[in-house]
């Protein structure tokens, strides 16, 4: 009996922990996905383990939602080449096609768009999602989604194209998920419209979604607007404007005197702190990461913000066999998988070729089979803050025109896994929706900061997508960008029968001089909002110097009668601009080299300084060669050939003593409360403050002493050899740098270091985390259309293909691949081919 | 009970006497159903279990296994099923990372367990398989002692 009792307890026991394993193998405790399922080889990971060696999709499929029969061919990189009889089919594949390769992508990057994060993550990304949706991404999509659905090329192109998605996601079970998913253990959701709305708006926020005015109103309070125009000046002389006034002589302006009937306070507040007393030191960084789950804590302030993008066209009298060579190397957040989505849309014998962004229909960058496109960021501010008055701690009304106005108030509900309903209370003011505010804070940043974003405005990108890429010629191109609003971009445009041109398009507020660029104060800002029409946007066709180019530069100079402001960036532009003037003609390899120039152009700059501080050319044999480090200092100065070549040991110092140059410079003055406010662009402090001999910010006004400028020429040089010795990866840029492409949820092992060329100010612009997302070189001659292109990625958003970074060898190389043209008599090249019939 | 076991260990191990031959006979045939037949249908069973309906269910097999052997046989109501899971999820496992010339189960040693040995990725389902079916016929077994 005892025994019995023993035998009984022991079967307890055993059975129970079998139970007790199999349902926590089974199910996500702690936050961990469900084990078991994850490791059974039938529906687990390993069911991701693409077969490297044989196409996993059969070569034919049917879906009944086709309307004919189409055929993909994949080339070499596994792009798809959609051949098809009609829109619908062409749109709906890509649909299905770009789901095939990036559901989770598309999943995970409209989440972040519309704060729904928290839905599969849990309470740790509920500030990242409440922040989203201050920025009103979502609503911006929601609002839009009218004016899309009436236009019919938009309407039908996103219809099929969301049909596409949905049909692949239907087909899925929990077997065929992509890794992520089995992961984070949640499941694909249905694609909407609405869905590729949020794509659109995400691009817009990452790079219309930022703005300066609260560091230029801390820099022009502490320093006086004299001196704030010294270091922050409207247009840098030196700079190669996009469209300058001797090109664009035909151009007429018939807004240009306007009076715009509203004041505009400019006396910057004395913010207050509503609901805290403390004063916040300062962090600010609104510019958002592209990369949605890096919701980043405080960082150390940088003196440069990653910026990059560039694109040129040389025309026929440019080129060494008069066609015309169109480059284009947008620069983002690098991440994996890769932003952008090769592909190739054939309707019926009209092509189009580029880059497409999981999650809309058409082609964003590349060519049809007249003209080639491609676009760089313009960098104007088109996001503005309003200081609201509140009545009381109740903030029940605020101050509008000398009158107290009623506050709306609105409820933003976010759902959090494992978690109660969150209910987030948004004021609403006419200015629009109060981001920080008592709940919702961020160091050193005022409270009660309304934000006002052109991205928010109903607009039809799609639409204008739709007719670009079927634009035959110039006139075809402006009337397509006609209807884009947000983000600008410098679209630039080349013609196979020889015609180049650049327009920078986007909806624009008319401004007054010096509107936007600060915090204004909501009471006596103006609602009236007037705007720029496109046809007075800045553009340039066929000019006499034969080529047009844009790299985040200054857009105008000062003849442009509208105010603007913006994060203009110009090393890179004066760099291509040198280049392009530097020789008659250019062929095809000269223009890949340009993409990928990695001349250090502001190394000169700074030697330029220190040239004219010691007032002769002997200083880098004398009085800069530093006890100890003489014979690397003398190869450093007088033999490097500023080239950021990968493993080149002086890019490092020079970076180094650039950094502590600056910050002697400019900390006692701009740091002394701590308050945020940025340097001054790295080409107005070499090129036009250190050369002003009486440039008083030289002086440090915390010592009694008056400094002079070889005085902190040599102390900086004397500090950056100290953090230059200290570090073991210095003599090794590319060490140095240390860039790695990150995978969107930022699984480590799912990235990937890169060993390349390039700094963030030259043409290969290259950061830490920053880089040429796209390169594209197309070269359109009356017979012939030869394009080539290559991104750090690949065309499988799956972890576990060979298509997955399969290319980035290429990209860190500088090399490119063929973007091949196909049509159904030419496709001898394909890797394999699929059909797809209704 | 004692008697049996001491009967069944001879004939296993050949040196029963005459009295005992026809149980020898049987003996043997048990062994190519024991050790053979009866571990690939478990397999099958295991594999159709979980391919079509859910992974757990492949502890249904080995539970029904424990509780058809011998009483006597405790070890190998475990270790059987234990090699058979270990070998159905190892070698599956092993020939869909082979195919893809083990990209992605580098990258998940590297994400589960900082390694760079794709194998020992490789090997936790099938150790974890082997555990579960083994604990299952275990439980069999001990539920048919009780009975």
Redesign the interface.
């Known amino acids: 009996m005892r025994l019995l009792t023993r035998q009984k307890y022991i079967f307890f026991v055993t059975f129970s922990l079998l139970m007790a394993l199999l349902i926590f193998l089974n199910s996500n405790f702690f936050n961990l996905p469900p084990l078991g399922t994850l490791l059974d080889p039938f529906h687990g990971l390993l069911q991701q383990a693409e077969d490297t060696h044989h196409p996993s999709t059969s070569p034919h499929l049917q879906l009944p939602q086709l309307q004919d029969s189409a055929t993909v061919l994949f080339d070499a990189q596994r792009h798809p080449h959609i051949l098809a009889q009609n829109d619908h089919d062409a749109y709906f594949l890509q649909g299905y096609l770009s789901a095939r390769d990036r559901l989770w992508q598309m999943d995970i990057q409209t989440r972040a768009a519309a704060g729904r994060i928290s839905e599969i993550l849990g309470p740790s990304t509920l500030e990242f999602d409440r922040k989203q949706r201050r920025k009103g991404i979502a609503n911006a999509a929601r609002k839009s989604l009218p004016l899309v659905m009436a236009d019919s090329n938009s309407a039908s192109m996103l219809q099929a194209y969301t049909d596409g998605v949905n049909a692949f996601i239907s087909s899925l079970s929990y077997k065929d998920y992509p890794v992520e998913f089995k992961l984070l253990n949640y499941h694909p959701e249905n694609w909407s419209v609405y869905k590729s709305l949020l794509m659109l708006k995400y691009m817009a926020d990452d790079l219309s979604g930022y703005s300066n005015d609260l560091p230029n109103t801390n820099a022009r309070k502490t320093l006086g607007i004299d001196r704030y125009r010294q270091l922050y000046p409207d247009f840098p002389i030196y700079s190669p404007v996009i469209v300058s006034n001797e090109n664009a002589h035909y151009w007429h302006f018939n807004l240009k005197d306007i009076d715009l009937h509203f004041p505009i306070q400019m006396t910057p507040t004395d913010f207050h702190n509503e609901g805290s007393d403390e004063l916040v030191p300062y962090n600010y960084q609104l510019k958002n990461q592209f990369s949605p789950l890096s919701i980043s804590a405080a960082s150390t302030p940088n003196p440069e913000a990653p910026n990059g993008s560039n694109n040129w066209a040389v025309g026929p009298s440019k080129t060494t066999d008069s066609s015309v060579i169109l480059c284009g190397d947008p620069h983002l957040h690098l991440s994996l998988p890769s932003l952008w989505y090769e592909v190739q849309l054939n309707i019926k014998g009209a092509s189009f070729t580029g880059a497409s962004l999981p999650g809309l229909p058409g082609i964003i960058i590349g060519f049809n089979d007249s003209i080639a496109w491609s676009l760089t960021n313009s960098e104007r501010d088109v996001r503005d803050w309003y200081h609201i008055e509140f009545k009381d701690a109740t903030q029940g009304e605020y101050k509008l025109q000398g009158k107290w106005t009623k506050t709306q108030f609105a409820f933003d509900t976010i759902s959090i896994k494992g978690k109660p309903i969150y209910i987030d209370t948004i004021l609403q003011t006419a200015f629009g929706r109060v981001f920080y505010d008592r709940s919702f804070r961020e160091e050193g940043v005022p409270n009660n900061m309304a934000i006002r974003w052109m991205g928010e405005q109903a607009s039809n990108e799609v639409g204008a997508l739709y007719l670009l890429n079927r634009a035959q010629d110039y006139a075809d191109f402006q009337e397509a960008l006609q209807q884009y609003q947000c983000p600008a971009q410098n679209f630039l445009f080349a013609a196979r029968r020889g015609d180049i041109g650049i327009q920078q398009q986007g909806k624009f507020q008319l401004l007054k001089q010096d509107e936007g660029e600060f915090i204004q104060e909501a009471d006596t800002s103006s609602l009236v909002q007037i705007y720029i029409p496109f046809n007075e946007n800045p553009h340039l066709f066929n000019p006499a110097c034969g080529y047009v180019m844009s790299a985040n530069q200054q857009p105008t100079d000062i003849f442009y009668p509208y105010f603007y402001s913006g994060d203009f960036h110009n090393y890179r532009a004066l760099r291509i601009d040198e280049v392009l003037k530097s020789k008659a003609r250019f062929n095809l390899a000269e223009m890949m080299q340009l993409q990928n120039d990695a001349y250090n152009l502001w190394f000169g700059d700074l030697k330029n300084v220190c040239r004219k501080a010691f007032h002769n050319e002997d200083v880098f044999k004398h009085q800069l060669l530093r006890k100890g480090h003489e014979a690397f200092l003398g190869k450093f100065f007088n033999t490097w050939n500023q080239q950021n070549t990968l493993d080149n040991p002086y890019t490092a110092l020079a970076k180094l003593w650039y950094e502590a140059l600056v910050k002697s410079v400019y900390d006692d003055e701009l740091k002394k409360d701590q308050q945020i406010i940025d340097y001054p662009k790295k080409d107005v402090v070499l090129r036009l403050n250190l050369l002003d001999s009486n440039f008083a910010l030289i002086d440090n006004i915390n010592t009694k002493k008056k400094e002079n400028l070889r005085e902190l020429l040599i102390s900086s040089l004397d500090i950056a050899l100290e953090k230059y010795d200290a570090n073991a990866n210095a003599k090794n840029w590319s060490s140095y740098r240390q860039t790695k492409i990150a995978h969107i949820a930022k699984l480590d092992a799912f990235g990937i270091n890169i060993q390349a060329a390039g700094e963030l100010n030259s043409v290969n612009a290259l950061g830490a985390d920053f880089g040429a997302s796209w390169r594209m070189i197309v070269k359109l001659s009356k017979n012939t259309i030869e394009a080539y292109g290559t991104y750090p990625g690949g065309a499988s958003g799956n972890p576990g293909s060979a298509y997955y970074c399969n290319q980035v060898k290429e990209w860190e190389q500088g090399k490119y691949h063929a973007l091949q043209h196909w049509n159904l008599h030419n496709r001898k090249d394909a890797l394999f081919i699929q059909t797809f019939s209704k | 009970m004692i008697l049996g076991y001491t009967q069944g260990k001879r004939v296993n191990n050949g040196i029963g006497k005459g009295g005992n031959r026809r149980k020898k006979q049987k003996g043997q045939r048990a062994f190519w159903i024991e050790w053979i037949i009866l571990p690939i249908l478990l397999l099958l069973t295991q594999?159709g279990l979980?391919?079509f309906f859910?992974?757990?269910l492949m502890?249904l097999p080995y539970l029904i296994y424990g509780l058809l052997t011998d009483k006597r046989e405790g070890t190998r109501s475990f270790w059987l099923p234990f090699v058979c899971s270990f070998l159905l999820?190892g070698a599956?496992?092993f020939y869909?990372?082979y195919?893809?010339?083990h990209?992605?189960?580098n990258?998940?040693a590297?994400?589960f367990l900082k390694s760079e040995h794709p194998y020992l990725f490789l090997a936790?389902?099938p150790i974890?398989?082997g555990l579960?079916t083994g604990?299952?016929g275990?439980?069999g077994h001990?539920?048919k002692?009780?009975l």
Do not use: C, E
């Open positions: 594999a979980q391919y859910f992974w757990w502890v999820w599956y496992g869909l990372s195919q893809n010339d990209i992605l189960t990258k998940l590297m994400l936790l389902g974890l398989a579960l604990m299952a275990y439980t001990l539920f002692k009780l």
